[in-house]
T-cell receptor
Framework: GAVVSQHPSRVICKSGTSVKIECRSL??????MFWYRQFPKQSLMLMAT?????????EQGVEKDKFLINHASLTLSTLTVTSAHPEDSSFYIC??????????????FGPGTRLTVL | DAKTTQPTSMDCAEGRAANLPCNHS???????VYWYRQIHSQGPQYIIH???NNETNEMAPLIITEDRKSSTLILPHATLRDTAVYYC??????????FGAGTRLFVKA
């Protein structure tokens, strides 16, 4: 399957600082990318959907001014956690969608970024 | 997209078959059944998907009932590396994937 990378894999930051996480599709062009957040022992929660060249669509309850998403190219989306606080500590996972050659559309997930805010 | 119901957790002995059930009684005609798994501290991994027929690939076979209201993912010979959370998801042709709680499978030596 296609490969999606995330950088960094883990990051520790001080409260009040901003952190940027990159998501790249390495061998395909992704028209749509998704950002998820996962707290310990919980399932993935969809945060937002981003389409290349347009504004992201945020799920209910996700603050768009706090979680800034940029999808400037077909292979790169970034998530910036602004003014991070300890409660933002979580595992952030992106996925990239590629229109399928079959009758379905497949999504490929990145390895995740573990954010710890002190 | 239709909601799914899965057991919270299951145990399986190494080398034995693990049958992971999923109920999706409200599935609509254009919705596919997808299975992913997530090993601890990693991103989800696609396993298999199907519409109305049984499917199989190099990872696992998927059995979908004739009425499409339930499915079973089969790991014929579970190994310790199959310990993970398995997610059953139904969705239409769009990309958006909403995860439920999944089934935590523990494969024991």
């Amino acid at each position: 399957g296609a490969v999606v990378s995330q950088h960094p894999s883990r990051v520790i930051c001080k409260s009040g600082t901003s952190v940027k996480i990159e998501c790249r599709s390495l061998d395909f062009q992704a028209t749509t990318m998704f950002w998820y957040r996962q707290f310990p022992k919980q399932s993935l929660m969809l945060m937002a959907t981003s389409n290349e060249g347009s504004k992201a669509t945020y799920e209910q309850g996700v603050e768009k001014d706090k979680f800034l998403i940029n999808h400037a190219s077909l292979t790169l989306s970034t998530l910036t956690v602004t003014s991070a606080h300890p409660e933002d500590s979580s595992f952030y996972i992106c996925s990239a969608a590629a229109p399928g050659q079959n009758s379905y559309n497949e999504q490929f997930f990145g390895p995740g970024t573990r954010l710890t805010v002190l | 997209d239709a909601k799914t119901t899965q057991p919270t957790s299951m145990d399986c002995a190494e080398g034995r078959a693990a049958n992971l059930p999923c109920n999706h009684s409200t599935i609509s005609g254009n919705e596919y059944v997808y299975w992913y798994r997530q090993i601890h501290s990693q991103g989800p991994q696609y396993i298999i998907h199907g519409l109305k027929n049984n499917e199989t690939n190099e990872m696992a076979p998927l059995i979908i009932t004739e009425d499409r209201k339930s499915s079973t993912l089969i790991l014929p010979h579970a190994t310790l590396r199959d310990t993970a959370v398995y997610y059953c998801i139904v969705r239409s042709g769009g990309f958006k994937t909403i995860f439920g709680a999944g089934t935590r499978l523990f494969v024991k030596a």
